[in-house]
């Protein structure tokens, strides 16, 4: 999923804007500013970034839904006129550091301060060099293909594969040889970024230095109302946590693909090769289901052929979403959402069919983009998406420097744990299914596709940007990027490449996030935040059950006790708004242990006696 978040903006054109329409308020004003010149910056700041935003949105939009050359030019003007006015603001909100504003306009400043994830320096130069290592980098993942090794059959410009192709394979192959084909052809397309992302960090490093912080990691680190070496072990915590869970599911699909490809390439007690785990960065395990299932011939929960059988159209799929929503109270969906959304694939033009949530004017313009399908994903997706817009309007009367989730994990973790709700128990309540299982079987097989997802994801989510982090700090030198890579992935995933690595490879490039430099922690954040979120609305709503039974469906306390966290935005510190639907000020991943508490004794009875761990 989506959406378009404040202040999460695109790092190229940041680095390389021209002078802006605009000069920001006060960022060339004489020395020792006051509490009251830093609050007229960020009140006339608002007021600028909230009509650059709207022009720039408004302009996004036409690009995603009608996608042409003239779109295309038109959003990139539009982008670099806010990125510019943005560069300059974030330099003037380093003025009012320690100036003893009042909590709203200091808490504004440092919103604008870290608003870049790629700061570049003052000199001229070098932020024109580093614009240009940010777009060739993203453009080299976009444009990799792999055409087969060389002297081989399937070598040839028109065998080429692009990341698509290879996915398909990894998601729905079985073939050792052919998914080791697709893995190491995909690891091909990054080792020509290593002397262009090594210079990258070099140069944004020092853009964060300029603007008071020790490297781009402390800057990343800083967006979480803790010390940046607090917050990093805050995750440390978190995933002690779950690891142990981790390990149990880990030992459970290793067995499965022992039987599948023999104990010779998958041993035990060493990692898994990577590129038996279904996905081209083994990051999401779903696609392994159907090879480690753990009851056969179990009736499924067929969402899909009732959608089909009642004659579901998207409207009407978007109408269940709604009223998902309006059952806690909140107000139904503005007409204009119903008017300006795009739901389907349009016949006459090139659309962006990933699902994502908007506010285009940042006043409740509400709409998502999608190309709806009648299948029980696309269902789970339109609440998911759903609950961005009903957070987007719950704090649209903020200044538009708040409109944003509490910290980056907030958002998705909001549209993560609505999704939770979409039980089997909703599922029966809404019309789409007939019977709720009950039995243990049943149970344990839905547990495990769940687990698959969200729970194999974890150590991944974790381990990206700590890789980053010690690449940003100097801690992993140019000459072991890719040996620190491997060492992170066999120690946090227990997974390892499948054939010898070297540095003449540059794997973290494989994966998207890190050359087109979007920060990743927000991901798994939201992983285990979204747990705590639905057992808190769950206990809202009365439930007395199993929470991996609760929906919160039609309970107005929970709905209130939603909006009320929903409405505080950005403008408060995260463990404030945490506070406000948790009732606790930290993120804890107990209610995931609890939600999965089924499948965990399952797999403790299935691994007893196996040589598990890595």
């Not at 079985?174 to 990258?200: N, V």
């Not at 030198?477 to 054939?499: C, F, I, T």
Request: proline share 7%.
């Amino acid at each position: 999923m989506t959406t378009l978040p404040v202040l999460q903006l695109a790092a190229v054109l940041l680095a390389a804007a021209p002078s802006a329409p605009a000069a920001p308020p006060q960022a060339a004003a004489a020395a020792k500013p006051t509490a009251a010149d830093a609050k007229a910056f960020v009140g006339e700041a608002n007021a600028e970034l909230k009509k650059l935003w709207i022009r720039w949105s408004t302009a996004e939009w036409i690009k995603s839904t009608y996608i042409t050359d003239d779109t295309e030019r038109n959003a990139a003007a539009l982008n670099e006129d806010q990125m510019a006015y943005l560069t300059d603001a974030i330099r003037g909100a380093v003025r009012f550091q320690g100036v003893g504003a009042d909590p709203d306009t200091e808490r504004m400043l440092m919103l604008l301060r870290i608003a870049s994830p790629l700061p570049a320096p003052s000199d001229a130069a070098q932020r024109a060099e580093l614009a240009q290592l940010a777009a060739k980098l993203e453009g080299m993942y976009g444009k990799g293909k792999w055409c087969g090794a060389p002297g081989s059959a399937a070598r040839g410009a028109e065998k080429c594969r692009d990341l698509q192709d290879l996915e398909q394979v990894m998601a729905k192959s079985r073939d050792y040889d052919a998914l080791l084909d697709a893995w190491t052809g995909w690891h091909t397309i990054s080792r020509d970024m290593r002397p262009l992302y090594e210079r990258m960090v070099t140069i944004s490093n020092a853009g964060a230095r300029e603007i008071g912080f020790r490297d781009l990691g402390d800057l990343w680190r800083s967006g979480y109302d803790m010390p940046p070496d607090a917050f990093e072990a805050d995750t440390d915590r978190l995933w002690a946590q779950v690891k142990p869970f981790y390990e149990e599911l880990h030992c459970y699909v290793r067995s499965k693909l022992q039987r599948a490809y023999g104990k010779a390439r998958v041993p035990d007690g060493k990692p898994i090769p990577a590129h038996l785990l279904g996905n081209m960065w083994a990051q999401d395990w779903a696609n392994l289901y159907p090879l480690v299932e753990p009851y056969h011939g179990q009736p499924s929960l067929d969402v899909d052929a009732a959608l089909r059988r009642q004659k579901t159209d998207p409207i009407k799929m978007v109408k269940l979403g709604e009223a998902f929503f309006t059952s806690l109270g909140f107000e139904p969906l503005p007409k204009t959402f119903w008017e300006r959304s795009q739901f389907t694939k349009p016949r006459d033009r090139d659309v962006v069919c990933h699902a994502s949530a908007w506010d285009v004017t940042y006043s409740a313009d509400l709409r998502i983009k999608m190309c709806i399908r009648p299948t029980e994903e696309d269902l789970v997706t339109i609440h998911h998406e759903l609950g961005h817009n009903f957070y987007q309007r719950a704090y649209v009367h903020l200044p538009v420097l708040f409109q944003n989730g509490a910290n980056d994990g907030f958002h998705e973790a909001i549209g993560d744990a609505i999704a939770l709700s979409i039980t089997p128990g909703y599922l029966k309540q809404v019309g789409l299914i007939q019977t709720v299982p009950k039995d243990e079987k049943g149970v344990v097989n839905v547990q495990m596709k769940r687990a698959l997802e969200k729970v194999a994801f974890l150590p991944f989510g974790k381990l990206i940007d700590q890789w980053r982090w010690d690449v940003f700090s100097g801690k992993t030198p140019p000459s072991r990027y890719n040996a620190a890579w491997w060492e992170l992935r066999r120690k946090y995933q227990g997974v390892d490449a499948p054939v010898s690595r070297s540095e003449a490879d540059f794997d973290p490039g494989a994966k998207y996030h890190v050359p087109a430099n979007v920060p990743y922690t927000r991901y798994f954040l939201a992983h285990v935040y979204q747990f705590q979120f639905h057992k808190a609305l769950c206990e809202a709503a009365g439930w007395k059950g199993p929470l991996h039974e609760c929906s919160i469906y039609g309970s107005k306390a929970a709905g209130k006790k939603l909006e009320a966290m929903l409405a505080m935005g950005a403008s408060k510190p995260w463990p404030d708004a945490y506070e406000a639907l948790t009732g606790s000020r930290q993120a804890d991943a107990s209610a995931m242990l609890e939600y999965f508490a089924p499948l965990r004794a399952w797999l403790r009875k299935q691994t007893a006696g196996q040589s598990c761990g890595w």
